[in-house]
C-alpha cells in the first residue's frame, strides 16, 4: 500500500532560521514520483518540485533545499532563511508509474514570524 | 488566464440539494483530476479523466458523486442529496501528459459548505 507520511504538523520559526520539513513515504514499486507542494492561505495548491526513483540527487533552487534517500524512504525539504511568506501548509505527495492519483500526506503547517 | 479555474469559489447549500461544481484546466492539459480536501487534511484522489474518459473513480466515496468531461475540456464534479459530511473543499487539478509523473497543477477549489 502508498502512503506519505509527514510527521510534524505544525512548526513555527523566526525569519532567517532555517526549517526541515519531514516526509517519509511506503511503496513496493519501484518506480515512483514524489512531489512537494505549498498551500497558502489562498488555498491554491502550488507545485514545488517532482523527483523520480532513480534519480537520488539532491537538489537546491534558491532558499529551496530537497533531501532524496531510498534508503530511508525519506524526501525532505529544507527552507534556508526561512521569510514570513514561506508561512503555508506543506505537501508531500507520491505517485506511482502504473497510477494515476497523488497521495498525499497530512501537511505540515510552517509558521514564520518576523 | 493561464491556471486552472474553479467555480464557485464557496458554495453553501441544505442538506439533500444537489450541487454541481465546475473545473475549467489549463488548455491543452490532458489530464484531469479531482480531489477532496477535509479541514486539516491532505487532499484525497476522487477521479480521473484523460481528455473525456473517465480513467478511473474509484476515490469517489459514494454513487451519489458524478464527474463528467464530455468534451475533454472544462469538468463538472455533481454531488446529489448533499449530506454533511460532504463539506469539503474541492480542488481540480489538470497536468499536461498520461498518468500521474506529470506535475499537477491545482485551481483555488471550491470550498462546500453544507447546512
Known amino acids: 500500500a502508498q502512503k506519505v507520511t509527514q510527521a510534524q504538523t505544525e512548526i513555527s520559526v523566526v525569519e532567517k532560521e532555517d526549517v526541515t520539513l519531514d516526509c517519509v513515504y511506503e511503496t513496493r514499486d519501484t518506480t515512483y514520483y514524489l512531489f512537494w507542494y505549498k498551500q497558502p492561505p489562498s488555498g491554491e495548491l502550488v507545485f514545488l518540485i517532482r523527483r523520480n526513483s532513480f534519480d537520488e540527487q539532491n537538489e537546491i533552487s534558491g532558499r529551496y533545499s530537497w533531501n532524496f534517500q531510498k534508503s530511508t524512504s525519506s524526501f525532505n525539504f529544507t527552507i534556508t532563511a526561512s521569510q514570513v511568506v514561506d508561512s503555508a501548509v506543506y505537501f508531500c505527495a507520491l505517485s506511482e508509474e502504473a497510477g494515476t492519483a497523488l497521495i498525499f500526506g497530512k501537511g505540515t503547517t510552517l509558521s514564520v514570524s518576523s | 488566464g493561464a491556471g486552472v479555474s474553479q467555480s464557485p469559489r464557496y458554495k453553501v447549500a441544505k442538506r439533500g440539494q444537489d450541487v454541481a461544481l465546475r473545473c475549467d484546466p489549463i488548455s491543452g492539459h490532458v489530464s484531469l483530476f479531482w480531489y477532496q480536501q477535509a479541514l486539516g487534511q491532505g487532499p484525497e484522489f476522487l477521479t480521473y479523466f484523460q481528455n473525456e474518459a473517465q480513467l478511473d473513480k474509484s476515490g469517489l466515496p459514494s454513487d451519489r458523486f458524478f464527474a463528467e468531461r464530455p468534451e475533454g475540456s472544462v469538468s463538472t464534479l455533481k454531488i446529489q442529496r448533499t449530506q454533511q459530511e460532504d463539506s469539503a473543499v474541492y480542488l481540480c487539478?489538470?497536468?499536461?501528459?498520461?498518468?500521474?509523473?506529470?506535475?499537477?497543477?491545482f485551481g483555488d477549489g471550491t470550498r462546500l459548505s453544507i447546512l
Open positions: 487539478a489538470s497536468s499536461l501528459g498520461l498518468g500521474s509523473n506529470q506535475p499537477q497543477h
